[in-house]
């Protein structure tokens, strides 16, 4: 059962929502570019029914408290790609960032905006005082993104990623509470309706250490 279709935020010109089934046409064909999941354990889609069997892992991963993946929309044209957050550890109130966007969007300051409003549900909705971010040693430019929007740079974690049969090196960014509060994702503007599924709203509770 879907526990959760409510949760919606809005920026400037982006928002981020949970996805629906209707979703999987667009997912289907922003991801079936190959330079899109080139970084990725998965892709590019060569049927919509691999779409379909993203959106459709997605309610239980929610109900689990396990991943929170939001479809990012542009209003005008519909979904333009993905974020969401994973690995959460409620005691000590973190999680992993990820996005992916179609190519079209790369390079227009969409992925600042989707960025902002991960952040606003992470840290202010979510009470999180962490983000993790993750980026192949190689992937220049996903590291530079990361940094651009004020992630902190941690190092190295070797072997942490397997991709297509080789333990890959990743790099290890985060944001913290305090640094999203005083840098430059915190002044976009963010309207946030409907309410996170239970299981995501019950990490703010668990603060024992
Ligand atoms: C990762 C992603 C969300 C970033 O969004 P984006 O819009 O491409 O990022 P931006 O354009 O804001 O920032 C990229 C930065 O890298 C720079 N850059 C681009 N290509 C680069 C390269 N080959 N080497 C080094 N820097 C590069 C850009 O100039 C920019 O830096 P600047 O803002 O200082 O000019 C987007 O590229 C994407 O969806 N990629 C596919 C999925 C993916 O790989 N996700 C991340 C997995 S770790």
Same mark, same amino acid.
């Given at each position: 059962?879907?526990?959760? +279709?409510? *949760?919606? %935020?809005?920026?400037?010109?982006?928002?981020? @929502?949970?996805?629906? &089934?209707?979703?999987? +046409?667009?997912?289907?064909? !922003?991801?079936?570019?190959?330079?899109?999941?080139?970084?990725?354990?998965?892709? $590019?889609?060569?049927?919509?029914?691999? /779409?379909?069997?993203?959106? +459709?892992? *997605? $309610?239980?991963?929610? &109900?689990?408290?396990?991943? #929170?993946? *939001?479809?990012?929309?542009? $209003?005008?044209?519909? $979904?333009?790609?993905?974020?969401?957050?994973?690995?959460?550890?409620?005691?000590?109130?973190?999680?992993?960032?990820?996005?992916? #966007?179609?190519?079209? @969007?790369?390079?227009?300051?969409?992925? @600042?905006?989707?960025? /902002?409003?991960?952040?606003?549900?992470?840290?202010?909705v979510l009470?999180?005082?962490? !983000?993790?971010?993750?980026?192949?040693?190689?992937?220049?430019?996903?590291?530079?993104? #990361?940094? +651009?929007?004020?992630?902190?740079?941690?190092?190295?974690? @070797? /072997?942490?990623?397997?991709?297509?049969?080789?333990?890959?090196d990743v790099?290890?960014?985060?944001l913290l509470? &305090?640094?999203?509060?005083?840098?430059? !994702?915190?002044?976009?503007?963010?309207?946030?309706?409907?309410?996170?599924?239970?299981?995501?709203?019950? %990490?703010?509770?668990?603060?024992?250490?």
């Amino acid at each position: 059962m879907d526990d959760s +279709g409510t *949760l919606e %935020l809005t920026g400037p010109t982006l928002r981020v @929502r949970i996805p629906r &089934a209707g979703d999987a +046409g667009a997912l289907f064909a !922003l991801a079936r570019d190959p330079e899109v999941t080139r970084w990725f354990s998965w892709g $590019p889609y060569e049927r919509i029914d691999e /779409a379909r069997a993203y959106l +459709g892992r *997605l $309610p239980g991963q929610r &109900a689990r408290g396990e991943q #929170l993946d *939001l479809v990012v929309e542009d $209003p005008r044209t519909g $979904p333009i790609g993905i974020s969401g957050l994973s690995e959460f550890a409620p005691r000590d109130r973190r999680a992993t960032i990820g996005t992916w #966007l179609g190519r079209e @969007r790369w390079g227009t300051g969409a992925n @600042r905006e989707v960025k /902002a409003l991960m952040c606003h549900l992470a840290f202010d909705v979510l009470g999180l005082q962490r !983000l993790t971010g993750y980026a192949n040693v190689e992937h220049a430019r996903s590291q530079r993104a #990361l940094e +651009g929007i004020g992630f902190r740079r941690e190092g190295t974690l @070797r /072997a942490y990623h397997r991709h297509a049969g080789r333990a890959l090196d990743v790099a290890v960014f985060s944001l913290l509470c &305090a640094d999203w509060d005083a840098g430059p !994702l915190r002044a976009v503007s963010v309207q946030v309706a409907g309410a996170p599924p239970p299981a995501f709203v019950t %990490l703010t509770d668990d603060l024992s250490d």
